[in-house]
């Protein structure tokens, strides 16, 4: 088994996911079983209890992991599930260190940073490579070189390498090179201080990606690899793309699996990316748009949304059409702003999310959408605003609300799930991961689907009362997906509407490239019909 572990230098959001992914999905087109590790330096046991303006969107796995949205990448690109195990932090390093120290298992020992801290972690990782059955695994390392946070994790992963054959792992960093606006030079000092950083604690870099504005020239190359003693070919230029989707070609044209399979003595030979091509140039020949909007409260950081920006683009370029979101935060249309921009779209979706704060206004977007025709898909919380507004506008049940949002509503036509009563820890304790979802013969889902059972992703503690379903689906509200018991409603539809389809499920989470989800596939086709339609008029 061969390692690959990515590092960050300088500062964060540089693209290690990215870098981390393309490369693996380079290697799995050579032929390679690939999968990969996060390692996340924060306490948190895991993403789930975290804010999305903190850390961007909450990626759920199939075993119902709630952890870092670089998973998601990992997914989309490599097309495997992954599961929490592949999601280490530190919080769940010390737990577990902790709970071993209770029960006696050091023997008396001194608990420490080293060795027991970093064995646990060398432990977690070997663990999740053994149950892989992967070929090579990539190993991301969260944070920056230098952060206090990150230091026993590279300090793990050094001695890892202790431990195998010089060709059985091998490190790559990723880096900024700055290009000065005046005499646009392209600094490499960040660059060098980030590898004398990282030399410092023992690890001395096999690969250097570069993030940069423009393509990184020959002296701004040869420069980084005389002062960082790597070789020129081992220094990449990672320059800005038009999509990452791009990313992973731009890489192999720098023959970047080449010098990887020198530095793990692999013996198989250039990926077929004749797929990969193929995506991609459909990706960048679409024709034409559509206009999203996308109705949060979170849109001021675009990461909260990264899977459905995605599942967007997977649907735009299957169907030939460019997507431009229209990023609504739900609190404007709550006090009456961009209601009007609202109505010119050819599309509506409104995300998954928790809290009174801007439900309102996404109450506002599901009566709009349904009232006027609008393309529609509701998810998670979104499925159930959109119930809530029909039962208030239909049913004509006055203040109808989630049991969430308004713990005296008359009519709480969402409520808690039996089994989620008396739990009181948020973390972990929900609805989470791949549920059975049956659906209907003969409504939108499965004609979208093409099955009557499906298997999807899950984050939620509230549900569609059943006091009130008979009620909603005699007013036209159909309930096409159902749960294995009958008992939980999955998607609803309205019956006489061109395309208005909510989920309980995230389907977004399961969307990749070359397959997209179903519902979000849909919502596209529909937009470019209402698109075309508004033209004629």
Not at 280 to 296: C, F, P, Q
Not at 299 to 310: A, E, N
Request: charged residues 25%; glycine residues 8%.
């Amino acid at each position: 088994m061969k390692f690959i572990a990515v590092t960050g230098g300088v500062l964060s959001g540089l693209g290690k996911g990215i870098t981390a992914s393309s490369i693996g999905l380079l290697l799995k087109q050579c032929g390679y079983k690939v999968s990969a590790i996060k390692i996340d330096p924060y306490l948190n046991c895991d993403a789930g209890t975290m804010n999305p303006f903190q850390h961007g969107e909450v990626f759920v796995l199939e075993d119902g992991g709630e952890v870092d949205l670089d998973l998601g990448n990992y997914e989309r690109f490599l097309d495997i599930n992954m599961y929490s195990d592949h999601n280490i932090t530190t919080g769940k390093v010390y737990k577990s260190v902790i709970e071993k120290e209770r029960r006696g298992d050091y023997l008396g020992n001194t608990v420490q940073i080293i060795p027991h801290i970093t064995n646990e972690i060398r432990e977690q990782i070997l663990q999740v490579a053994k149950n892989s059955k992967a070929d090579i695994i990539i190993i991301e390392l969260g944070g920056t070189v230098g952060d206090i946070e990150s230091m026993p994790f590279l300090e793990a992963v050094r001695q890892l390498r202790m431990g195998l054959a010089p060709s059985d792992m091998i490190f790559v960093h990723t880096t900024l090179v700055l290009t000065m606006g005046v005499v646009g030079e392209q600094k490499t000092k960040p660059t060098q201080h980030s590898v004398k950083a990282l030399m410092g604690l023992g690890i001395k870099p096999d690969i250097i990606v570069c993030r940069s504005d423009e393509k990184l020239n020959r002296a701004t190359k040869e420069k980084i690899a005389l002062f960082c003693d790597v070789p020129e070919e081992a220094i990449i230029s990672a320059h800005d793309v038009s999509n990452v989707y791009l990313v992973p070609l731009l890489l192999n044209d720098q023959k970047v699996i080449t010098t990887i399979s020198k530095l793990l003595k692999l013996k198989k030979g250039k990926p077929n990316l004749r797929t990969w091509r193929r995506f991609v140039n459909k990706l960048t020949s679409r024709e034409g748009e559509v206009n999203i909007a996308l109705v949060g409260k979170y849109t001021g950081l675009k990461d909260s949304y990264i899977s459905h920006i995605r599942a967007l683009d997977h649907a735009g370029t299957e169907l030939g059409v460019n997507i431009n979101i229209l990023w609504m935060d739900s609190e404007d249309l709550e006090q009456g702003r961009k209601l009007k921009k609202m109505r010119n779209t050819d599309g509506i979706i409104i995300p998954g999310g928790f809290g009174h704060r801007g439900s309102e206004g996404k109450i506002l977007a599901a009566k709009l959408a349904r009232e006027n025709k609008i393309p529609f898909l509701g998810i998670c919380f979104g499925f159930q605003l959109a119930v809530i507004e029909f039962c208030r506008n239909v049913l004509n049940l006055k203040n109808a609300n989630s049991a969430e949002l308004n713990s005296s509503t008359p009519y709480p036509v969402i409520d808690l799930l039996p089994e989620q009563k008396g739990i009181k820890d948020l973390g972990g304790t929900m609805r989470l991961g791949a549920q059975y979802v049956r659906i209907e013969k003969g409504t939108k889902a499965y004609n979208l689907y093409k099955e009557t059972v499906v298997y999807e992703r899950h984050r939620h503690r509230f549900e569609v009362n059943p006091e009130y379903i008979h009620q909603i689906e005699n007013a036209g509200m159909k309930f096409s997906g159902k749960s294995k018991d009958n008992i939980k409603m999955e998607i609803a539809e309205l019956k006489n509407h061109p395309y208005y389809v909510a989920s309980q499920f995230h389907p977004e989470f399961k969307s990749r490239p070359t397959n997209p989800a179903p519902l979000y596939r849909g919502l596209i086709a529909a937009a470019i019909a209402h698109m075309n339609k508004s033209k004629k008029k």
